[in-house]
């Protein structure tokens, strides 16, 4: 009778298990998320959803040794059982309960597992049987290496460290592939004791002893070399959770989560302490100035990766709001933007690099557009207005733009503008709009790669997205040749070391000097810099070729000395729609006009830069002051004007500028002279009109007495 009640409750069991629902391996447990810079070295842990340390491993991932040492010092009959192993509980019951000389375990690793996804107490009967169960069901629904993954994953190490995963990053700072055998016999005897065999106790005889043993048997099983044994006798370096990095926060806080435990980004780490580095030596040389805060973004643009970024100039500096970036805020772009007008006139037919433009007063109607400096410069090719950033011809060419204009380009391109396009009107020119870093450094890398709007990327799995051609290659290569120029010591005084490719670079300073930048390309990169401060405050300190330049150049010139680089814009000549013309001084090619007596050139687009002058041309010649003569001016008191200057012109109705230099002196009408006493030495007087017609007398002037 009682062989046929066992053979009933064994059969009874088996039936159950053989119906039982497959449970869940881990439990609902959240995980952290580690970060990777692009060449897979750790940026930072994050702590999973309830403030633990724990990654998700594949046992496949995980070296021979480790999975042995496990196997040797947890279950060693770990494959021959069905989840539990009999001997072993009943060896425990014998030494725990009868002899009761020690406690011993006889949990499996299944039913470690058990215990550690259900949170069981074990130490009851009932709690020990239900353990016995569940480890019976786990083995029927999965398999061996299923089971020993999942114990891999879950088992503690010490504090809140979960996971071999974990455990080895943070004690070691390596991958689990990556531990060598004397970390790997650490690891291992840990959770077996974690309070007492933790590798950051004082107190390390718990740990060594075991690890010891752990060897021991390992060698014997295993027949290691003697060369081993003396490894395990050197010391070993341990690290601890305070020990994680914590690289470049504001790229890793900007990157939305997609839930993945490990995410590998197209961060250059030596690239980005470049950027660190340079922006706290900045700081440091400018806090005297009141400048204490600073973002710089580095992408390559053939891929369009971010490979640096420093969202301020101090993550945990309160004072200044570090933990704001910088790179997404929306901030005035300043002259940025300008490049853009220059851009499309280039696309649409309106001008060439050499066309002569108009810098000189002029109205909107109740707007008066003037130049940063407060002074007009006449007719200026259009090249040298792009690069000294004049307002006035940026804004009359502006107003020229068809389809697109300005506005419709930068929405177009994803700048999302909040306002309908009255509500900016022709101040976008200058910055009247706001922009983010990142979205000015997509539009520059747009130069970069010919014409082609590309997003940026932040991570090695983000997918590419179609390439829009916002702007033809010839259009897009003729607007960095713009910029190009040399860096000027006398501009930007910090830096002067040689360098090794073309820069083609665009300052900007926002309006009342609250923000400060630079943006340009250089061998495959766009850099962008910021210079201010997050709460809007004015510092006459702003202005971004005294400020951001130099910031620029220096991390330009440490880049450089990084890598070799390869000058991308030039290299594309060859296949471009792009030829150099002779000019005429007044900016028509050289052909139309038989008396050209000084020729330059310029870049030309056949069959969309325009032939005719970008400035219609009309008579207008200075007749006083006479070229090449000598005044001798009598000394009289200032305010008398002595030297009338009057010019023959075949309009009426058209004011006349003059200038002494670069300096405005006054303006007269049709037929009128004006009176203007110069001071001794030798003077360029030039007469401008409306439209960008002049004409230039060189004098020298004497005091007589």
Known sequence: MTGILLALVVITACLMLAFSPRPPLRGDQPVSTAWYDRDGRLLRLDLAGDDRFRLATRLRELPPALINATLLQEDRFFHSHPGVNPLSLIRAVFETYIRRSRPVGGSTITM??????????????????????????????????????????????????EGIDAAALIYFNREPHELALPQIMTLVVIPQNPAKRSPLQADSSHLNNARQRLFERYAAAYDLS???????????????????????????????TTGAPRIRTTLDRKQQQILERQMHYFI????????????????????????????????????????VDATAALRSPGSTLKSFVYALALEQGLIHPGSLLDDSPTSYAEYRPANFDTRFMGPIPADEALQLSRNVPAIALATKLADPDL????????????????????????????????????????????????????????PERPARQMLSPESAYMTLKMLERPFQPDVTPFSTRTQTVPVYWKTGTSSGMRD???????????????????????????????????????????????????????????????????????????????????????????GKSPIAPAIPTHSLKIVSPAEGVRYALPQQTADVQQLPLEAKYDRQN????????????????????????PRPGVHVIRVLDTEGNSDVATIRVIASH
Not at 299 to 309: N, Q, S, T
Not at 434 to 462: C, F, H, P, W
Not at 581 to 592: E, G, K, M
């Open 112 to 161: 470690q597992l058990v215990r550690l996804r259900d949170d069981l107490e074990t130490r009851s009967i009932p709690g020990k049987l239900t353990q016995i169960w569940r480890a019976l069901v786990l083995e029927r629904h999965y398999s061996k290496a299923e089971i020993l993954q999942a114990y891999l994953n879950r088992v503690p190490y010490g504090g809140n460290i």
């Open 226 to 256: 003697g060369q081993t044994a003396a490894l395990m006798q050197m010391p070993l370096v341990v690290h601890g959770r305070d020990a994680l990095p914590f690289a470049a926060p504001h790229f890793i806080n900007g990157i939305e």
């Open 284 to 323: 440091r040389r400018n806090r005297r100035l009141g400048l204490d805060n600073a973002a710089a973004m580095l992408v390559h643009a053939p891929d369009m990766e971010i490979r640096a970024l420093v969202g301020s100039g101090d993550f945990f500096n309160a004072g200044i709001d570090g933990q």
């Open 407 to 462: 506005y419709t380009f930068l929405q177009d391109a994803g700048l999302a503008l909040p306002h309908d396009q009255s509500h900016y009107g022709l101040s976008l020119v200058v910055g009247g709009a706001e922009v983010s870093m990142r979205k000015l450094v997509i539009l520059y890398a747009m130069l970069a790669n010919g014409g082609r709007l590309s997003q940026l990327r932040a991570t090695r799995d983000t």
């Open 516 to 606: 400060a930048w630079t943006v340009g390309v250089f061998g495959p990169y766009v850099l962008a810099v910021w210079v201010g401060h997050f709460d809007g405050r004015r510092n006459p300190a702003l202005v971004g070729s005294q400020t951001a330049a130099p910031l620029f150049f220096d991390i330009v010139h440490a880049v450089s000395g990084h890598e070799t680089l390869t000058d991308r814009v030039q290299a594309a000549i060859d296949q471009l729609n792009i030829t150099r013309i002779a000019l005429c001084r007044n900016a028509v090619p050289s052909a139309q006009q038989a008396d050209c007596a000084a020729p330059a050139e310029t870049l030309f687009i056949a």
């Open 654 to 677: 058209h004011p006349l500028f003059w200038f002494a230099g670069q300096q405005l002196i006054g303006t007269s009408d049709h037929g009128q002279p004006l009176f203007w006493t």
